[in-house]
């Protein structure tokens, strides 16, 4: 896959390549940019979904408990399926 992404993209691209679920706060802590919060996480997630989407692939919030989570999934669509 050859995505061009911002180095913030990247490090995020990375992080979630192993489909487990991320906190948000983890994920800004990884970051390590003393002005990133919430909403800029939110908006560099938004940007790397647009590009992940066309190669089969999103970033989606998972809830569990009361807490959210994001992680890295492949779509199905109908020319991937099983039997398709």
Excluded: C
Aim: net charge positive; charged share 25%; proline share 5%.
């Amino acid at each position: 896959m050859n995505l061009k992404l911002t180095p913030t993209e990247q490090i995020l691209f990375d992080a979630l390549a192993d489909g487990e679920a991320h906190r948000p706060q983890d994920l800004i802590t990884l970051l390590g940019d003393e002005l990133m919060d919430r909403t800029a996480l939110k908006s560099h997630l938004h940007n790397l979904r647009r590009k992940l989407r066309p190669t089969g692939e999103d970033i989606l919030a998972q809830s569990y408990g009361r807490r959210i989570g994001y992680r890295r999934v492949i779509l199905i669509t109908t020319a991937n399926k099983p039997g398709s």
